[in-house]
Structure formats: structure tokens, C-alpha cells
């Protein structure tokens, strides 16, 4: 009789790379989409965030439709959703890639909307969504152990800490160069060329994920007849999920917002890349100083608890950032490096907020969707995502940036109250969505998986 082996660090590094293959390309097109069409291509702010938040309400089919399919497909000699990852990795690395066609900047501007659309939407919604939903819902089938699924946690946030460390430190001081006044530009050549890096790293980091990790628990085919009535019926009565909705919007219109507008305040408003670079090593630090702590402190106060406390510290530091209004770079970065304390915190514990919803759901209401949940918290992110880069796009056609008023007084004191204050608002209406709209606090958290470890018995 064949043993599965023990959870342990081939599982750990295994799902690390999964989400280091995703942010390849994810963490890419939050700092340097937006610019590489504001700047290289001459789009506007305002269409290239309308793209975005057309194609995540997209997603509220195609991820729902994703997580059907993984629910209901049979489970192979590797797994449910393994194999997943190895079906789709090649195609999201060249629909990134694509997304940065720089030898079509020259095209007329109606062909390089729709190119821009279409590719966006095909590595988006269409195989993004075929690889990170069953990545993210396959942490419930590693292991059954609560501790097991925060330390996967802590170890995808690593996994994405890894590649912002590539994206955020080594990017900004390839992808541009100074003009003839001596501002920071970006090369639309250069930013071709260091997609093209990224999504062969993808596939790499897709294909150790693959290998190094293992399904424990046995989650079976769904075989019930879908009812897109009864899907929404009982997840409209689902109230930790509605919970981790809100707190995810909320959150990723903080996170994104940072990481975006980071193209441009620094290279606009300081005049420095060279900070750019360094604001996200900082970042990529303080992840992995916290994930030293994390689990054990959230195992003390509870996820739930220990996120508002994280949201709250993280707001309140970006709203003294504001009214400072610092001309230096390098005080910018030491405030976002201590507002970034209380983003780490609560990105090495949301990933396993959603398991604690999965088995809620699991005790609550006898039957277990691990995709199915999975998909919906995804869709949500991908609205956090929208909103964040919808927001940001209109902020910055309503402050008047263009290829032509990029270094203009008036436009980069917009963008200083950009980078601050939407993400501040963020940090706060996610510590008031845990609060009072997410129901799972740390007792029981602890009661649903006592219940869980019975009836597997």
C-alpha cells in the first residue's frame, strides 16, 4: 500500500514557487502596465483603468466558470488541481509577454486599444484564471492542519515577496533612461525585453511548484447539477465569504494602489529610480522579517484580530506620509518601509483566511467547494484590482498626466496625494470589513477544525 509522505518543506517550497510564478506576471502588470501604455504607447490613464476594471467584471464569469470546472473535474494520480498548473503555465507566460508589444507603438492609437484589450483580457481572464484558481484552492488540499495552511501562507507571500524582489529592485534600473533633460523615461524596448524574462522565470517557478508539492486530502469530484441560482443563493448567505470579499477589495486597492503608483512618483515626483528600486527591497525585507512572527502571532490574537490591527497600523502611517509631503526620496521610502509592517502582516495570513472560510462552509452547510470559493474570493481580488488601477488611472487623467505633462509641478504633487491617500483609505475600510463583516475570530477558527478532524475520523 502506497504512503503519502508528510507535509513538509518540499510542499512549502513547492507552493512558494506557485506564487512566484504568478507574480511574474501578475506583480508586472500592477507597476509597470499602466506606465508602459501612459508612456510608451500614449494611452490615457483614464482608458488604460477602464480596461481593467471592464476586464475584471469579465472575470466574475470566467473565474466562476474556472472554479466550476476544477470542482468538477476527476482527480489524477497527482491530484485535483495540480495538474492544473502544468496545463496552463506555457500559455499565461506568452499572453503576459504579449501584453508589451512595444514594436507596435507606432500603430495607429485605435489599433493599440484593441491590442491592448485583447491581451489583457486573453492573460487575465482567460489564463490567469485557468492557473491561480486552482493554485490558490489547491492550499486545502496539501494539508487538513490549520498551522500547515498558515505556514502555506506565509510561504506564498514569500513566493510573491521573490518576485517583486526581481520586478520592484532589478526592473527600474534597466527599464529606463534619461532624455535630453535628464528625466527618467521609460523604454518601451527594454520593458519588452524584461517580460520576456519574466515569463520564461514563470514557467520555470509553475513547473517546481508542480513537482515539489503533494494533495494530501482527497477532495472529490462534484457531481451535482449546476444551479448558477443556487450557487448565488448560498453564497449571499455565506457571511465569512462576503467578509473576505469586502476585506480583499479593500485591502488590494491599498496594496496595488502602492505598488502602481510607485512608476510614478518616483521617477516623476523624485526624480530618483534609484529609490524606486529600493522601496521595493525594503518591501521584500519587512515580508520576510514578519513572516519570522506572523503565524505565531496569529495563532495568539487570531487572523481576523491581528489583520485590523495590521490595516489600522498601515493607514495611520500613510496618512502622516501625507501632510509630511517630503521633497526626499529616501524619507518616502523609510515611511513606506514602516507603513509596509502592517501590509506584510496581513498578506502572510489572508491566504489562509480563505481555507478558515472553506472549511466554515464545510461545517456550516455539510458540503465542501473548495474551487468554487476559491474562484469567487479571486473574482474579488481581481475587483480590489480594478478598483485600484481603475481609481488610479482616473485620478491621473483628472491631475492631467500625459506623455506631455509628466514632470509638471501641479501634476506631481497629484501624484505624492495619490500614492498616499487612496491606499490609506484602503488600509481603514479594511480594518472596519474585518471587524464588522467578518465573522471568523480566532475561537472559531479552532472549533471548526476540532469539528473537521472529528468527522474525518
Given at each position: 500500500?502506497?504512503?503519502t509522505k508528510?507535509?513538509g518543506l ?29 508612456d ?12 481593467m476594471m471592464l ?7 470566467t473565474d466562476?466558470a474556472m472554479?466550476e ?5 476527476r482527480?489524477?494520480k497527482?491530484?485535483?488541481?495540480l495538474p492544473w498548473i ?23 492609437m485605435g ?5 491592448m484589450f485583447?491581451?489583457?483580457i486573453?492573460?487575465g ?8 484558481i ?12 490549520p ?13 510573491a515577496?521573490?518576485a ?27 520593458m ?5 524574462v ?11 511548484c508542480l513537482?515539489?508539492?503533494?494533495e494530501?486530502v ?7 447539477k ?8 448560498s453564497?449571499?448567505h ?16 491599498a ?5 502602481g ?6 521617477p ?9 528600486s ?7 525585507v ?7 512572527f ?5 495563532e ?8 485590523v490591527?495590521?490595516?489600522v ?24 518601509g514602516?507603513?509596509?509592517?502592517g ?5 502572510l ?25 476559491y ?5 474579488a481580488r ?8 481603475g ?14 505633462t ?5 501634476v506631481?504633487n ?5 500614492t ?5 483609505l ?7 470589513s474585518l ?13 471548526n477544525?476540532k ?7
Open positions: 500500500m502506497q504512503t508528510k507535509f518540499s510542499d512549502k517550497l513547492g507552493y512558494l514557487f506557485g506564487d512566484f510564478g504568478n507574480d511574474f506576471t501578475f506583480i508586472l502588470s500592477t507597476m509597470f502596465l499602466m506606465k508602459f501604455y501612459t510608451v504607447m500614449g494611452v490615457s490613464g483614464g482608458l488604460v483603468g477602464t480596461m476586464a475584471r467584471f469579465l472575470d466574475a464569469f466562476v472554479g470546472i476544477v470542482d468538477r473535474s482527480p489524477g497527482r491530484g485535483k488541481f502544468g496545463r496552463m503555465c506555457g500559455p499565461v507566460a506568452v499572453a503576459s509577454f504579449l501584453m508589451y508589444a512595444s514594436w507596435f507603438r507606432n500603430m495607429p489599433f493599440k486599444i484593441f491590442w485583447f491581451t489583457y486573453l492573460w481572464s482567460v489564463f490567469y484564471t485557468s492557473i491561480n486552482p493554485y490558490g484552492a489547491m492550499a486545502s488540499a496539501v494539508s487538513s492542519e498551522r500547515d495552511r498558515a505556514t502555506l501562507s506565509n510561504f506564498r507571500t514569500i513566493g515577496s521573490l517583486a524582489t526581481i520586478i520592484g529592485v532589478v526592473l527600474p534600473l534597466v527599464v529606463y533612461y534619461k532624455d535630453e533633460e535628464g528625466n527618467s523615461v521609460l523604454s518601451g524596448t527594454n519588452m525585453l524584461a517580460a520576456l519574466c515569463s520564461i522565470a514563470a514557467v520555470v517557478c509553475y513547473l517546481l513537482f515539489l508539492t503533494t494530501r482527497k477532495v472529490p469530484q462534484k457531481t451535482e449546476f444551479s448558477l441560482k443556487e450557487l448565488l443563493v453564497l449571499g455565506n457571511k465569512p465569504l462576503i467578509g473576505i470579499i469586502v476585506s480583499s477589495v479593500c485591502m488590494l486597492m496594496q496595488l494602489t502602492l505598488q503608483m510607485a512608476a510614478y512618483i518616483y516623476n515626483y523624485f526624480g530618483n529610480v534609484a529609490a524606486q529600493a522601496s521595493s527591497f525594503v518591501g521584500v519587512i515580508t520576510l522579517f514578519c513572516a519570522i506572523t503565524v505565531k502571532l496569529s495568539k490574537l487570531g487572523r481576523k484580530e491581528l489583520g490591527i495590521a490595516a497600523f498601515s493607514g495611520i502611517v500613510l496618512v502622516v506620509t501625507y501632510f509630511l509631503h517630503t521633497k526626499n526620496a529616501w524619507v518616502f521610502v523609510g515611511m513606506f514602516i507603513a509596509y509592517i501590509l506584510a502582516v496581513f498578506s495570513i489572508t491566504w489562509a483566511m480563505i481555507t478558515d472560510v472553506i472549511d466554515d462552509t464545510e461545517v456550516q452547510l455539510g458540503e465542501r467547494s473548495d474551487g468554487t470559493i474562484a469567487v474570493y479571486s473574482f481581481k475587483l480590489g484590482q480594478a478598483l485600484s488601477s481609481l488610479s488611472g482616473f485620478l491621473l487623467s483628472a491631475i492631467g498626466y500625459s506623455q506631455a509628466a514632470f509638471d509641478e501641479g506631481v497629484g501624484i505624492y496625494m495619490i498616499c491617500l487612496v491606499p490609506a484602503g488600509f481603514f475600510l479594511l480594518a472596519l471587524q464588522f463583516l467578518y465573522p471568523l475570530g480566532r475561537l472559531r477558527v479552532e472549533e477544525a469539528t473537521l478532524a472529528k468527522k474525518k475520523r
